[in-house]
């Protein structure tokens, strides 16, 4: 049986992470998935951040491996994936979402929240590194990654929801009711 997956994605510092683990007691029938983990394996390293360092090549390969081991290894059959629709690096941005994966996703969902907010949680974040400091940068990730978003949508004919990320309770209330409606629109 084909998995159900909801594929989410923003920039870097968005809080896409941190709101889906505020809700895993509404999605305890979604297995939740972080792609880096299996990209690590492929790549050998040992920290999510040297992932920016490696080439395009490797990190292409590096995804294509990663999304259908997802898949494989998946306790659950609904999923929710927690990555990016396009990634910046030394040499521009590039897909963040894998074309080998497009049958499987059901819906996507853009996080996006304030530019300031996003810059202020990247400074404050010292456990990683971020990349990307300045206000121009993160909304030129923003806009790009907005692009990618909606292109992905259309290509693969899926729909593409954008949940606000400024508040964590009202993106948790704003995730719930798209869910919902979502859930309302499939019965």
């Known amino acids: 049986m084909n998995p159900k997956i909801i594929y989410i994605g923003g920039i870097k510092g968005v809080g896409k992470t941190t709101l889906i683990n505020s809700m895993k007691p509404e999605f305890s029938d979604y297995e939740i998935v972080d792609v880096t983990i299996q990209m690590r394996e492929y790549t050998d390293l040992h920290n999510r951040d040297q992932l920016d360092e490696i080439t395009v090549v490797d990190r292409f ?51 996006t929240s304030i530019p300031d907010l996003i810059l202020k949680r990247r ?19 923003m806009k790009i990654e907005s692009l990618y978003a909606q292109f992905i949508s259309r290509m693969i004919d899926k729909p593409l929801y954008i949940i606000e990320n400024n508040n964590i309770e009202d993106a948790k209330d704003m995730f719930l009711k798209t869910i919902s409606k979502i859930k309302s629109m499939n019965k």
């Open 61 to 111: 390969k590096a995804r294509e491996y990663a999304f259908p081991k997802a898949l494989q290894d998946r306790k659950q059959n609904k999923l929710i994936f927690d990555s990016h629709f396009s990634i910046p690096s030394i040499y521009g941005h590039e897909w963040g979402f894998p074309l080998s994966f497009i049958s499987d996703v059901k819906v996507l969902i853009l996080i």
């Open 123 to 141: 400074k404050q974040d010292v456990s990683r590194n971020r990349g990307r400091v300045s206000l121009s940068e993160v909304e030129l990730d």
